[in-house]
């Protein structure tokens, strides 16, 4: 077959742009974001993350790229996918959960590392202090085990008649003994009970729900873990399939029809996140980065969902909220 002129023309400008768009391309510096959970279940959260990066100047697609690598779940594939984005090159690796940091620090000691951490990170080995972090990552924290008594106290105020409460925890999230350690001992001066329900798949949860009833806990804390965080909808359903008065750390379980949340605003961690991927970008160096310690906190409370439950909310906890769903 025989090409016209002008359509051989086109056809051979068109190839040489190619590698020009390429070499654009590959200019751009790269960010690796290594994220245990799914890009379905993340929308917000990689919106959160833009917008920070958009703070500093970096906008995907038009000065940055960004390589996602998603484990859906499957924690034991962070490593490789860690090691992938090292052998990439990326610039820096933007890791959401402390998983994902400490595989990212495993596969590299060059690379900068920026991660949103739900513990403390020190104890964690990421960092060698919050001011100083030494090494070649720094990030932001948040205070969610550390509240974790907090949340036993206002599901204890909004179900006072509740003396038995249940908590779930994921056993393979190293933070889940400190949790349910810190909620043991808020139970006690407070002159309640505390059965703990282990679940680290989706297949616990039902297990965990039967198990509430049978030891006929009258309210529920779900601790913080970063799994439990891409099933927060799910197990909002649960909670109220179970007519159980639950509280979590994320609006997004409220949203869902959950009874209550405290915690810091997740949207506003990984927003801080991003402002620090654009000053690593930049040239700034994460061991100059002091670690942030995310400080707001907001109580949020699903009204409809109370109505549902035959409870009637203190004023005191009204006048307390951040926001509440009607």
Not at 177 to 189: C, E, N, V, Y
Not at 223 to 230: L, M
Not at 260 to 269: H, I
Not at 274 to 283: A, D, I, Q
């Amino acid at each position: 077959m025989q090409l016209k002129r002008r359509e051989f023309i086109t056809l051979l400008g068109g190839a040489a742009a190619w590698p020009l768009a390429t070499r654009a391309q590959q200019a751009m510096p790269v960010i690796g974001f290594l994220d245990p959970s799914s890009p379905e279940r993340s929308t917000d959260m990689v919106r959160a993350f833009l917008l920070g990066l958009g703070e500093e100047g970096y906008f995907e697609g038009r000065n940055v790229v960004i390589e996602y690598r998603w484990a859906d779940d499957q924690n034991d594939r962070l490593p490789e996918f860690a090691a992938d984005l090292v052998r990439r090159r990326v610039a820096v690796i933007m890791a959401t959960t402390d998983r994902s940091a400490l595989a990212a620090k495993a596969a590299t000691a060059t690379i900068p590392v920026v991660f949103t951490s739900g513990n403390d990170p020190v104890q964690f080995g990421l960092v060698a202090s919050l001011n100083r972090p030494a090494g070649n990552l720094t990030g932001v924290t948040t205070l969610n085990v550390e509240v974790g008594q907090k949340r036993l106290q206002l599901l204890h105020e909004m179900v006072p008649a509740a003396r038995d409460i249940a908590v779930l925890i994921n056993p393979s999230d190293p933070s889940a003994q400190t949790l349910a350690r810190d909620i043991a001992a808020a139970s006690r001066t407070l002159g309640l009970t505390v059965h703990l329900l282990d679940a680290s798949c989706e297949h616990d949860f039902d297990a965990a729900f039967v198990t509430l009833r049978q030891r006929q806990a009258g309210a529920l804390v779900i601790g913080a873990d970063p799994f439990f965080n891409s099933r927060s909808e799910q197990l909002a359903q649960l909670a109220a399939r179970h007519a159980v008065p639950a509280i979590y750390q994320y609006r997004t379980f409220t949203a869902a029809g959950g009874l209550m949340s405290y915690g810091n605003p997740l949207g506003e961690v990984r927003r801080l996140a991003g402002t620090y991927v654009g000053r690593v970008l930049k040239g700034e160096k994460p061991a100059d980065l002091p670690v942030q310690q995310a400080t707001k906190m907001e109580l949020i409370i699903n009204l409809k969902t109370a109505k549902a439950l035959g409870l009637q909310v203190p004023l005191t906890l009204l006048a307390r909220a951040d926001e509440v769903i009607e």
